[in-house]
């Protein structure tokens, strides 16, 4: 037996490591069922190279728990132990045998798999024990050996015949304060949020496993039933298998086991795989998302080598792809001894790159190979698109080739086509291509008519995001401008060389204007007297565009150096001079009756915009009715 102190920097590292190691005690299941793994995958690969001279079989991990003896192991079938190996790796606190292995066998061990890259990871488990064991046994000819260690910087280290197999069982004597690692939920909870995936079978008790009837059995026949091992992961994933081997229902299948508990189908995947110059594959899917910029449920998860990392993915992916779900499994992605947290390094940077330009390639070829289905999908996934153009320089570099622009009447328009068709007649005297939208087609319908009757598309851009899309536009395109059709009347939103005759003289048109804003009263609207169509309407309420703008940009997270929060709302009243409601007013000598009339005309004017709300719109319904009675 041998006996001897570890070898460590600093003498009290175990109260260090259970207090500042991990920020969460429960990783330590993750780090030794990771390290299981590595043996496994190690004596594969040996084996595999004929290094190792026995039988690689179907070898499992097994987590058992012993209540009574308050005792949790990991047990696995892999590559060992031997005295000498265990004096290494285990006393020598910090000294990676995963990272020596691929040193080691760096030509050959490329794709093998190894997880471990810390060698602290062992340690990770006096987090919640009081006492650890080892008991190993190499795949080499040598005696199997017992580790005792209580957690002081003594151990001890003896042959021993407890074990015959090859293999390596980690025992825990779970201390008092750690007993919510005994129960069965616990664990099995664990298992399934980092173990899930893991490239080798983990056993954790067994199942009831009822067993076919043949085809001749009667009918009151019983089935037998069996007990077997229950596995508790699904070591070959979706995104560890070619895409050339998977149809859409793997993927769908996929989906719902990544997310049990989300019952809607998504739109699409985008399967991710690159070996060169840094590895990562992974399946990202496209939910339903409409106008939801909710990213807190459901969202990435982060895999290194099929152990579950995090779902906090920011730095890895790009903000606006965090809309997403999947998963993305690579092991160049730098991690600290906790695998939880990701420094920004230029690996990550390539990663982030990568993903944008091939979300960018699939869009380009969804389109192109059904350009109809594309449309009847693009309501759920435009967020995720504008959000992309407004925060992704690359990806708005090729965001013309999928970005489409629906108007009020059912159409859509790639940013080519949409310029094909409107620049003849939406561009204005000074030459500038002015592009017409609205929010709400119910709400801004009579602006929407109006633009319509004189041969303009209108543009139905509702995202919450649009307003930054549009700034984005407007600085990046040449020579265009969006309006929303209530910013102005329409004659102002694409100004055109056209004679205006007005029906009023200057005199009168004072005389209006001051008996407007005398009735009106309102800080709200600022008046302005317009020679407009007879037929158009006599009072317009219209919201300038780029108050109106600020202030949704600020809303939404923007809006830079004006700081519109807070700021009231600005209204134009347009009166068109020309319309007969003009002429009657300044003919109305009462001043009650005058009165009357402009306030009943800018109700009139609210109730289109939506506007007339409370004690006005009570008002104005009673007035109204009183109206029909005479």
């Not at 006393?91 to 997880?115: C, H, P, R």
């Not at 695998?339 to 690996?347: C, H, N, P, T, V």
């Not at 504008?386 to 059912?410: C, Q, R, S, V």
Request: some cysteine.
């Amino acid at each position: 037996m041998t006996k001897g102190n570890i070898n460590v920097s600093v003498e009290n590292i175990f109260p260090l490591i259970k207090k500042f190691l991990y920020s969460d005690h429960e990783i330590f299941l993750r780090e030794l069922i990771s390290n299981a793994t590595d043996a496994t995958l190690k004596l594969k690969h040996l084996t595999s190279i004929g290094e190792a001279q026995l039988e690689y079989g179907n070898p499992k991990l097994e987590v058992k728990i012993d209540k009574e003896q308050k005792t949790l192991r990991i047990i696995d079938q892999g590559i060992g132990m031997t005295g000498e190996e265990v004096e290494k790796y285990i006393n020598q606190v910090a000294f990676s045998g995963a990272e020596e292995f691929l040193e080691k066998y760096k030509d050959t061990a490329k794709d093998s798999g190894i997880i471990g890259h810390f060698g602290l990871g062992f340690y990770s488990a006096f987090m919640v024990a009081e006492k650890v064991e080892i008991l190993t046994k190499s795949y080499k000819d040598e005696p199997a050996v017992r580790w005792i260690c209580d957690g002081s910087p003594e151990f001890t280290l003896e042959e021993t015949t407890d074990k015959t197999e090859r293999g390596t069982e980690i025992i825990l004597h779970i201390a008092e304060d750690s007993t919510e690692f005994l129960e069965e939920t616990k664990i099995r909870e664990l298992l399934s949020k980092y173990n899930k995936f893991m490239p080798v079978p983990i056993k954790f008790g067994t199942k009831t496993h009822t067993l076919p009837l043949p085809e001749d059995a009667p009918e009151d026949a019983v089935a037998e039933t069996e007990e077997v091992d229950n596995i508790i992961n699904n070591p070959t994933p979706a995104w560890t298998i070619a895409p050339s081997e998977l149809n859409s229902e793997d993927y769908m299948k996929f989906y719902h086991e990544l997310y049990p508990m989300q019952f809607e189908e998504p739109l699409f995947n985008i399967h991710l795989n690159v070996d060169y110059p840094f590895n990562l594959t992974g399946i990202l899917f496209f939910p339903k998302l409409s106008n939801n910029l909710n990213i807190d449920k459901d969202k990435i998860q982060l895999y290194q080598n099929q152990v579950f990392v995090t779902d906090e993915v920011k730095g890895i992916v790009p903000d606006f792809l965090m809309l997403l779900r999947g998963v993305i499994d690579s092991p160049d992605i730098p991690l600290n001894v906790s695998r939880s947290y990701l420094q920004a390094d230029g690996a990550v940077k390539k990663i982030s790159s990568y993903i944008t330009k091939k979300v960018a390639d699939k869009m380009s070829s969804l389109i192109n190979e059904n350009r109809e289905d594309y449309e009847k999908k693009w309501n759920d996934i435009k967020i995720v698109i504008e959000y992309g153009i407004i925060t992704e320089e690359k990806f708005a570099e090729k965001a013309d080739k999928f970005t489409l622009y629906p108007t009020t009447d059912g159409k859509y328009f790639l940013w080519n086509e949409l310029m094909e068709k409107i620049q003849p007649l939406h561009t204005d005297k000074d030459g500038n291509t002015v592009i017409l939208y609205a929010t709400n087609a119910d709400e801004q319908h009579s602006y929407i008519q109006a633009a319509n009757d004189k041969g303009y598309e209108v543009l139905l851009l509702d995202s919450p995001v649009i307003s930054h899309v549009i700034q984005k536009l407007e600085t990046t395109k040449e020579k265009i401008s969006f309006a929303r059709v209530d910013a102005d009347h329409i004659n102002n939103l694409i100004k055109k060389d056209e004679p205006v005759i007005s029906k009023l003289t200057e005199t009168e048109k004072e005389s209006l204007k001051k008996d407007v804003e005398d009735a009106v009263k309102d800080a709200k609207f600022t008046v302005q007297l317009e020679d407009l169509d007879s037929s158009d309407a006599p009072f317009t309420i219209t919201q300038p565009e780029f108050m109106r703008r600020m202030k949704e940009m600020q809303a939404t997270g923007g809006g830079g150096m004006f700081g519109m929060g807070g700021f009231p709302e600005m209204y134009n009243l347009v009166v068109n001079s020309n319309s007969e409601l003009s002429n009657q007013i300044l003919k109305t000598e009462n001043s009650e009756e005058k009165e009357t009339l402009i306030k009943y005309a800018l109700d009139l004017a609210k109730l289109s915009q939506n506007l007339l709300k409370g004690k006005d719109l009570t008002d104005f319904i009673q007035r109204s009715y009183k109206q029909l009675e005479k």
